[in-house]
């Protein structure tokens, strides 16, 4: 083809729009709708049949933008700042622009040019032009000498910013050359300014370059569709009447200018709040609606943002039926949702430029797409009716994406009217019921909301992920042993309530589900505003929260619950010392003090040297008291009273008078001590109820934030509850705990004691589990059940299977709450004093609380044990001694008589 077609696509980015005017001027810009033929336009002109269509350039062989043969496709990028001076800018521009005549003998040189601000639209003009215009012509004169000497210029200037007047005449001056034919504008406040140049052009029958205004439709004719739509809507709702229906959120962007919206604010007469659309606040925005209670949703936002906010609102489960989504430029309805995101919402109303199928067919996905394809579409008769020499001038109504046009035999084109295609739903569920424009015309079918049959909401939860929240509180949630951290969590998770949720599912048939943790690891405390899983519920990111969650009156305002799934008090967990074996065994030596110990015995040696000094200074008549005899006395008086003759002497008998004062006095003491120690002790070991907790100055309690225990402690009638609420709030460092885990580290540390309040289900699975922990003290039962989002539909699926899975409930309760010895933690202690405690004679029987044990009298038993094997010792010792001294003394006496006998045989001197 000897055609040759260059597209040269100059940005501008020269100043920046003020605000105002960007809002005022791109009201209504976003994404494109589809014409009423399969074949792109109808067209109507006099002498000509009103069905006729311009097919041959639409449905030839279409060229690839930037790859067709004798196409060459550049592009020329220009950016000013304010740095740049106006004769850099103007030389900038020049050069941009070919240079050669508008006409020669061989060669003819046609320029168009589109400026447009808003959305970069160079690439999609130039492909436009070259898979769709271009190739028209050559299926429609391919031999025209005029086409084959013809040359196209097609430049793309983008106006990024605000041009000043300097600017402005550098704009003209640019567009003055090079013989264009045609200037497409998108609607600016430079067009009043731009539409004062008309450039002569050398091509016959266009004497005047023509500007061609693709205008964004205003913002009252766009309320206008929006309330006529609307308003039908809820016509055909159950209740009209409904004071919710005439409240509603519009999601804008900064081309509106909301002050123009006045029409919506009249109509919405019970509320219209609207939101600048920020990415960052998508899901604040949707969740404020859902609190509010807000039915009615107006979207006005382009693809990009739309595609965005839809994806947020997916998330939030916000296309049930409990809301009605109108929908303008974001075009949900030309694109499928991602493959884990299958809308069941049939509430989705969409008002588009041009019929679905019809754009994406041409590929066009955004209103500035269609917008730019019905300004080359308006092109494209003049450019064939000249380049293959048609004798017929131009005179005709063209039917484009975005309404009709009346297109002149000078080149002129008048705009007859805008056009809105109407859907409902989205996807599959997409149905056209109607077209509005802006002369008046309004058809919609009646479409209204399907009846909510039993198990629709059931099949609808199907097609989607059903997103489950929970927390780790074991064992009703917990981790499997031996799973790869890696794993996706739905296979790492087990525990009561996970597999009866796994089970529920699987029975209603709910396959596709994904659980996720609670980021705050918190069940939900309201305290100026929610939070944890009951906030999660609250905002609607989740179908379900399976974990223990307490049914409590002010949780059940704001969010619904199934059926109780299982009741469970409250109670008190704590550690028990470990103790230490020997101090129990000798527990009767710690009423006194050691120093008291060894003063009685320093009394006793006193008294018994006393006694022995005195009776060898004045004897006692018939009573032996020598240090010994003493000794023995003294100790028989403290521990048996008087035993055997006390001394005779005056003396004697005041220092022993003395001595048991002394005694009467020390025992009183024992006795009063020990008895106050075996009641301390006993008070201090036993925690059998809050009250006793509260009087028991050894203890430092806490509960877990966040849960219903708190909530139960701060608003209870009983005094002894809120004492113990404002001492875990204020007092207590570890008041407040943040789980389970923590507290448990809290309670080994043996410096103080710690006792946590909470769950009586989960304290007794901790206390066969964790070593040396007591579970006691239960109070309060509450119930807890699953979660589901307020105003929900298919709760009462989950209660009839609740229903039916009552014994298999209670299979799961013993499974995983009940420890199997085996599985249990050794809490075997191997020190020393471990050895000892476990070898310590245990009772046989129950102990009544505060009663001496085997343990506490063992010590006793113990020192009269060694007291009889000492005794017994020397007994030995003095029998052996005994033998040796009757040795002695035989020996002795033996030598004595043999002596006496030698003797008595020596003979006399006398002899």
Known sequence: MALQFTSSFILLAIGC??????????????????????????TSAVGLDSTSTFDSGFTGTAATAG?????????????STSTVTTTATTAAVTSALPTTPPFNNETYL??????????????????????????????????????????????????????????????????????????????????????????????????????????????????????????????????????????????????????QMTQ?????????????????SADESLISIRQSGIINIIVVLPAVSGDKLKLAAFKLNMFSYNYRWFVHRARWVNAN???????????????????????????????SEVLVFDLESIWQPYLQQYLCDE??????????????????????????????????????????????????????????????????????????????VTLIIPPYVMYKSGVSPEAPLRQRLTGMYIELCKEILADLGITDYDFFLQPDEAFGVFNKTWNGIIRTMMDGRAHLACAPVTIETSRKEVVSFTKPLHSSQQSILYKQPPGDPVAEMFQFLQPLDTEIWLTILGVLVYVAIVLAVMHKIIPNQGIKLDLYDSLFFSFAEVVQGTSGAVPNQI???????????????????????????????????????????????????????????????????????????????????????????????????????????????????????????????????????????PGNEYGKYFDEQIVLM????????QKFFHVPVESRKDCTDRTFLGYVKNYTPKNPWPVKSGALTLTNTLGIAMINLFGCIFALILSAIERSFSRLLQRRSEVRRKTQVAEAYAMAQRPTMLE
């Not at 919506?264 to 960052?280: A, K, N, P, V």
């Not at 991602?338 to 209103?367: A, I, K, P, Q």
């Open 110 to 259: 046609i320029s168009l040019a589109i400026i447009w601000n808003g959305e970069d639209v160079s690439t999609e003009a130039k492909r436009q032009f070259a898979s769709y215009i271009f190739p028209s012509f050559a299926a429609a004169c391919p031999t025209s000498s005029r086409l084959n000497r013809t040359s196209i210029n097609l430049v793309v200037v983008q106006l990024e910013t605000l041009l000043n007047l300097d600017d402005v005449q550098i704009l003209q001056n640019a567009l003055s050359v090079s013989n264009y034919l045609f200037t497409g504008l998108k609607s600016s406040p430079l067009t009043p300014l731009l539409e004062t140049v008309l450039s002569n052009t050398t091509v016959p029958g266009y004497y005047l370059m023509n500007y061609h205004t693709v205008a964004p439709m205003s913002l009252t004719l766009l309320q206008d569709a929006l309330i006529k739509v609307i308003d039908q809507r809820i016509q055909e709702s159950s209740n009209p009447a409904d004071r919710r229906n005439y409240r509603a959120a519009l999601f804008i962007d900064d081309s509106i200018d909301i002050t």
């Open 67 to 79: 790859s067709t043969d004798g196409v060459v496709m550049t592009t020329t990028k220009f950016t």
């Open 806 to 813: 009552s014994n298999r409930i209670i299979e799961l309760q």
């Open 264 to 280: 919506l604010f009249r109509y919405f007469r019970y509320g219209l709040i609207f939101f600048r659309y920020t990415d960052s």
């Open 651 to 789: 003396s004697g008998r005041i220092v022993v008078a003395f001595f048991w004062f002394f005694t009467l006095f020390l025992l009183l003491t024992y006795i009063a001590n020990y008895a106050a120690f075996r009641l301390l002790d006993g008070v201090q070991q036993q925690v059998d109820s809050l009250q006793s907790l509260l009087q028991n100055s050894a203890f430092e309690f806490g509960v877990i934030r966040n849960t219903v225990t708190v909530t139960l402690l701060q608003t209870s009638t009983f005094v002894y509850m809120q004492q113990i609420y404002s001492l875990l709030a204020d007092t207590f460092p570890n008041g407040l705990v943040h789980n389970e885990t923590y507290a448990l580290e809290i309670m080994q540390n043996d410096s103080f004691r710690y006792a946590l309040i909470g769950d009586d289900l989960q304290n007794k699975y901790l206390a066969e589990t964790q070593c040396n922990l007591v579970n006691t003290g239960q109070f309060y039962e509450l119930k807890s059940a699953l979660v589901l989002p």
């Open 17 to 42: 729009i003020a605000v105002g005017i960007a809002t005022a001027q791109d009201s209504t810009l976003g994404d494109v709708a589809d014409p009423t033929s399969s074949t792109g336009f109808r």
């Open 337 to 367: 949702f991602d493959n884990r995101m299958v809308t069941y919402s049939t509430n989705v109303t969409s008002m588009e430029f041009g019929r679905v199928h019809d754009t994406l067919r041409y590929d066009l996905r955004t209103t």
């Open 391 to 468: 004798k017929t001038p131009v005179n005709k109504t063209l039917r484009g994406f975005s309404g009709s046009f009346k297109l002149n035999p000078n080149g002129s084109v008048a705009r007859l009217n805008w056009r809105l295609q109407i859907y409902r739903g989205l996807e599959a569920k997409k149905h056209q019921i109607g077209e509005w424009t802006s002369d008046g015309g309004f058809n919609m079918l009646p479409y209204p909301d399907p009846a909510r049959t039993p198990g629709l909401s059931l099949s609808e939860l199907k097609l989607n992920p059903f997103n489950i």
